[in-house]
């Protein structure tokens, strides 16, 4: 189908695009494309003007920051791919995002501010404790993962902020990123995300976080419980995967029942702590 009608504003500064978007309550931020352009062609949304922030290469990097990361917003899933540094686990999860060619343009500012239930950056940055940065016309607000995805395709973001930064505190020196579903690289059933700190052969601190097994990305805080401070061993597996089951309050769709789902949650935390250990 042809998109409705909209203004189109291309942004030469992040000023420049923060004035644009608050002007209008109406106007959206372009920034890959990769989900905004088929929901305009299916008209699901029919937004007054589009900003679009593609060319801001200010906002397209990553970079060590103390122990952690500083990702901006417009740094390509494949740009992420291709990333040799510490938190191994972006590299893991973003092979696993749709096809090349969505890999090299759709951003994971863009994932995060879209909030799919069942993408799979969400729950990355979740297990990774990150703090969503966005620049509004006051500023820049931090906005920890837990509370910037608030339902589906709903976040914290309000009107006129722009994603500019996702910022990692610390990367874990042992994380995986698994993720199930109906073909390689099609949306989760379920995907777990698993950041793991081992001392003395056992589990000192972990964090576990899902996707696609609920109405938004959800940490797995019972999961969590039920592997931190245990030593490492076959039963912690099982655990993790009951616990997991449990705990998630998955939907049926399209793709999978809500019954399927919850089994595979626990498939999925079973797997991504097995692999973050190496076991
Ligand atoms: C066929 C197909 C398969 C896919 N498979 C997967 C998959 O397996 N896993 C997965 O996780 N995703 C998948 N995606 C989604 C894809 O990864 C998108 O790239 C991503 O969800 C959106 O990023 P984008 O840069 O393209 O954002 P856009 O499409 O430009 O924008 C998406 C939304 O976010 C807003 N937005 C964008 N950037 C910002 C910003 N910096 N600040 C504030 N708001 C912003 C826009 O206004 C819009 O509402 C798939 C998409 C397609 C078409």
């Given at each position: 189908m042809i998109p409705p009608p909209f203004d189109y504003v291309r942004a030469s500064s992040i000023d420049e695009a923060v004035k644009a978007l608050s002007e209008d309550p109406n106007a959206k931020v372009l920034a890959g494309g990769q989900s905004l352009i088929p929901l305009l062609k299916l008209r699901a949304v029919a937004p007054s003007k589009l900003v679009d922030?593609?060319?801001?290469?200010?906002?397209?990097y990553v970079r060590q920051a103390g122990d952690g990361l500083a990702i901006g917003a417009l740094a390509t899933h494949a740009e992420l791919e291709r990333w040799s540094g510490p938190c191994g686990v972006l590299p893991e999860a973003a092979r696993q995002i749709g096809d090349p060619q969505i890999r090299s343009v759709g951003t994971i500012g863009g994932s995060l501010a879209h909030?799919?239930?069942?993408?799979?950056w969400p729950a990355v940055v979740l297990a990774l404790d990150a703090v969503v940065k966005a620049r509004g016309p006051s500023g820049v607000r931090e906005i920890p993962a837990e509370e910037f995805f608030q339902g589906p395709y709903s976040t914290a973001l309000q009107q006129g902020?722009?994603?500019?930064e996702i910022s990692i505190p610390r990367c874990p020196p042992k994380a995986s990123y698994v993720k199930i579903a109906r073909a390689y690289n099609d949306f989760a059933i379920a995907g777990v995300a698993a950041a793991v700190w081992v001392k003395d052969g056992a589990v000192e601190d972990v964090r576990l976080a899902a996707t696609g097994v609920g109405l938004k990305p959800v940490r797995l805080k019972k999961a969590e419980e039920a592997v931190r401070g245990r030593k490492i061993s076959g039963d912690l597996l099982t655990e993790v995967a009951e616990a997991a089951s449990k705990e998630v309050e998955p939907v049926s769709d399209v793709r999978a029942s809500a019954e399927y789902r919850r089994a595979m949650a626990g498939v999925a935390a079973r797997r991504a702590v097995r692999r973050a250990l190496g076991l």
């Open positions: 922030i593609g060319r801001l290469k200010e906002l397209r909030a799919d239930p069942a993408a799979d902020e722009i994603v500019v």
